[in-house]
């Protein structure tokens, strides 16, 4: 078992940035393959960024590839996800997922078991 915790969401104004931090505790998060899913209201989950690490590769949605950037930190058991030149349309709540390791990213949150309950991002015009 893994618990997932996010933080770092805010308010912040268009082309500004964020960071959000996703620490894991009970199993090392390199155990896992990573990502991080957005929802809006009255909108579906959507798969924002996801990271595995054999062999290590990343997946972005194409509505942030280019803006946003994942990462990972093993001796802080942290994942990242920096967010730059953030639109309006980026404001959700964004969760953090994870999965037992897998080769590939996968962009369905229906193979994800594992959530945090959530960071607000807004992002105003």
């Known amino acids: 078992q893994v618990q997932l915790g996010e933080s770092g969401g805010g308010l912040v104004q268009a082309g500004g940035s964020l960071r959000l931090s996703c620490t894991a505790s009970?199993?090392?998060?390199?155990?896992?393959?990573m990502a991080w899913f957005r929802q809006a209201p009255g909108k579906e989950r959507e798969f924002v960024s996801g990271i595995s690490w054999n062999p290590y590769n990343t997946g972005y949605a194409d509505s942030v590839k280019g803006r946003f950037a994942i990462s990972g930190d093993s001796a802080k058991n942290t994942l990242f996800l920096q967010m730059n030149s953030l639109k309006p349309d980026d404001t959700a709540v964004y969760y953090c997922a994870a999965r037992p390791s897998s080769s590939v990213v996968l962009v369905d949150s229906r193979h994800y078991y594992y959530w945090g309950q959530g960071t607000q991002v807004t992002v105003s015009s």
């Open positions: 009970g199993r090392t998060l390199s155990s896992f393959s």
